[in-house]
C-alpha cells in the first residue's frame, strides 16, 4: 500500500477511535451527572409526597378520637334502637363528614356492626354492616388507635381508616371510624413527570399516580402472603399480580434503576423509597431515565459536533499553513531561479562588456595606427618637396654665407649685416617647416580644445603648398580672421585639412583652384574645401568613405575613411558633394565653441 495512503488511513482510524472514546466519556459524565441531578430532585419530590402523605394522615388521625368523645354518639350506643337518636347521629356524622373532607365517618357498636354513619343518606350507606373483621375496628376495640388501609368492602374505595375506641365505664362501648380518600393525593401529583407509588408492608401497591399500577404487587408474592391478603379482605375482589419490572443490576450506592412494562416499549426509572414507619407504608418515587437519556445523547452529539468542527477548523489551518508554505516555497524558488538566471546573465554581460571593451580598444588602437600609417604616407608623399623645401633655404643660405664671406674680405660690413640677416630668416624658416612637419607626425594627444579655425586652415596651407609651388595650382584661404571658434583638437584636424587639400590638388590634376571657406551655422562650425575638378561619380558618392576606395593607381583609399574617422572622433563630421558650378564640395563640421571655452 502506498505509504501516504496507509498514513492517512491510520491518521483517520485514530481520529475515529478518538471520536468513539470522545463519545464514550461524554456518555458517560453526562449520565452520570444526569442521573446524579434526577436522584436529587426526584428525592426532595419524594420526601415532599411523603410529607404530604403524613400530614394528611395526620389530619384525620386525631379525628375519630375527637369525635368519639361526643355524648351523643355515646347515648347512641348505650341506646342503639332509639332511631331518633340513630338519626341525630348522623346527622351529626354527616356534618362532621362534611367539615372534615373526610370520605367517610362512621359510628360501630362492640360487635362491630355500625349504627350511625356520614353516608346514612347515601347509595351504599354503612348503616347495619358489620365491619368487625376490619384490624382497624379490633384494634379500637383493644382501646388503642385502629389504622388500617383496604379498599372498602361496600364502596369499592380505597380508604385509610382511623377507629377510636368509645369509652363507657371504662369499657370500649364502640368505636368511632374516620375513612380518609386517597384518590384526592394521587391526582394532585399525576401531573409530575415522576411516578408514586405507596406499596403496603407485601409489597402491593396501593396509591399510585399511574391508576394500571394500582392492587399489584413489586416483586411476585408467595401463595401463602396471597392467601393471608384475600383473609383480611384488605382487597375484596382484586388480583394481586406482579407488576412487569425488572430490577436492572447495580452496584453499592450507585442509584436503583428499574424497567417497566412489556419489553418493548419498555420505560426506565429510577427507583428511589422512603419508608413511613408509622402507617407500615414504603412510599417509592419513579422517575423516568428518558430526560436523562435525551440530554446525554443532545451532549454527546454536542460535543461529537464541538470535536468535528474543531477538527475541520484544524484541518483547514493546516491546509492554509501547508499552502502559506507552498506558496512561499514556489516564491522562494522562483527568486533563487531569478536570481541565478541573473547572475548567469551579468556574468555573460561582463564578458559582453569586456570583449567590446577590447574589441573598442583593438578597434582604437588599429585607428591610431591607420592614422599613424597615413600620417606616415603623408609625410613621404612629402619627402620630395619637403626636401626640395628645405634644400633652397640651405642652398640659399650657402650662397648668403660666401657672398658674406667676400663681402668681409674686401671689408664691406653692411652687405655682410644683410646676409646675416637673410640667413637668420631662412633658418627660422627651416625651423618653422621642421617643426610643422614634427607636429604633423606626432600622434594626436586626444585633447580636444576651443580652437581658432582659420590659423589651422593657414598652416594645413603652409604645410602643402611648397609641393605645389611649381604647378598653376591656386589654393585660397577665405576664411576671415580671426575665424569661429570649434571645439577640436588642433593636429589632426590640420591632417584632414591636408588630406581634403591634397585630393582637391590631384582632383583637379595640376592646374586649378582649390577654396577654402569657414561659416559658422547655429552649433557648427563648416570648414568647405572646394575644388573644381571633375566632381564625384555616383560610385564615388556611394563608397567615397568606404576604407581602401580608390581611383588612383598609387593611392591606399585610406586617405577620406581616416579623415572621416577623425572627425568622429571629435564629435564632428567629414561630408563630400558636388557643387552646382562643377567640381567637389568636402564640408567639415565641427561643434562650435563660445569665447568662454
Ligand atoms: P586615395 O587618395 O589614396 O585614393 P582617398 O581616400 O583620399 O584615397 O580618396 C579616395 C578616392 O576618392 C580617390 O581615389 C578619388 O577617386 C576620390 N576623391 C577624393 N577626393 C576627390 C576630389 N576632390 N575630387 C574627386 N574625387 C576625389
Known sequence: MNPSLQRRLLVSSGLLLLLLGLAILTWQASWRSGLQQLQDESLQQLRQFTGHLESQLARYQFLPRLIARNQLLVETLLDPDNSSRIDLANRFLEDINAITGASDTYLMDASGLTLAASNWNGERPFVGRNFSFRPYFQQAMQGKLGRYFALGSTSGQRGYYFAWPIIHAAEPIGAVVVKMDLAGIEQRYSGHEAQFIVTDPDGVVFISTRPQWLFRSLQPLPEAVLSRIANTRRYPGRQIEPLPLDWLPHQGDEP???????????????????????????????????????????????????????????????????????????????????????????????????????????????????????????????????????????????????????????????????????????????????????????????????????????????????????????????????????????????????????????????????????????????????????GLDARAQEHIFDPFYTTKKAGLGLGLSISARIMDSMNGHLSAANRPEGGARFTISLPAASDHD
Open 256 to 534: 436503583t434503576l428499574l424497567r417497566m412494562g412489556p419489553r418493548p416499549p419498555a420505560s426506565e426509572y429510577l427507583y428511589q423509597q422512603q419508608e413511613m414507619p408509622k402507617a407500615g407504608w414504603r412510599v417509592a418515587i419513579l422517575s423516568p431515565l428518558d430526560p436523562v437519556r435525551r440530554n446525554s445523547l443532545v451532549a454527546t452529539g454536542l460535543a461529537l459536533l464541538s470535536a468535528l468542527i474543531a477538527l475541520l477548523l484544524l484541518l483547514l489551518l493546516r491546509q492554509r499553513h501547508r499552502r502559506r508554505l507552498e506558496r512561499q516555497r514556489y516564491a522562494e524558488r522562483a527568486q533563487r531561479e531569478l536570481e541565478h538566471q541573473v547572475a548567469l546573465q551579468t556574468t555573460d554581460l561582463r564578458h559582453e562588456i569586456e570583449e567590446r571593451k577590447r574589441t573598442e580598444q583593438r578597434l582604437r588602437d588599429t585607428q591610431g595606427e591607420l592614422i599613424q600609417t597615413a600620417k606616415l604616407a603623408v609625410l613621404g608623399q612629402m619627402s620630395a618637396s619637403i626636401s626640395h623645401e628645405l634644400n633652397n633655404p640651405l642652398a640659399a643660405i650657402r650662397s648668403y654665407a660666401d657672398n658674406a664671406r667676400q663681402f668681409l674680405q674686401r671689408g664691406q660690413t653692411e652687405p655682410v649685416r644683410q646676409n646675416l640677416e637673410r640667413i637668420g630668416e631662412l633658418t627660422e624658416r627651416m625651423g618653422k617647416i621642421s617643426s610643422q612637419l614634427k607636429q604633423f607626425a606626432r600622434k594626436s594627444s586626444d585633447r580636444i580644445e576651443a580652437v581658432r579655425v582659420e590659423p589651422v586652415i593657414q598652416t594645413a596651407i603652409d604645410l602643402v603648398m611648397p609641393q605645389y609651388r611649381q604647378s598653376a595650382i591656386r589654393i585660397r584661404n577665405h576664411c576671415e580672421r580671426p575665424g569661429p571658434l570649434a571645439l577640436a583638437e588642433i593636429i589632426p584636424l590640420e591632417q584632414v585639412l591636408i588630406n581634403l587639400i591634397n585630393n582637391a590638388v590631384q582632383a583637379v590634376d595640376g592646374d586649378g583652384e582649390i577654396d577654402i571657406h569657414c561659416e559658422t551655422q547655429q552649433e557648427w562650425v563648416l570648414i568647405h574645401v572646394d575644388d573644381n575638378g571633375p
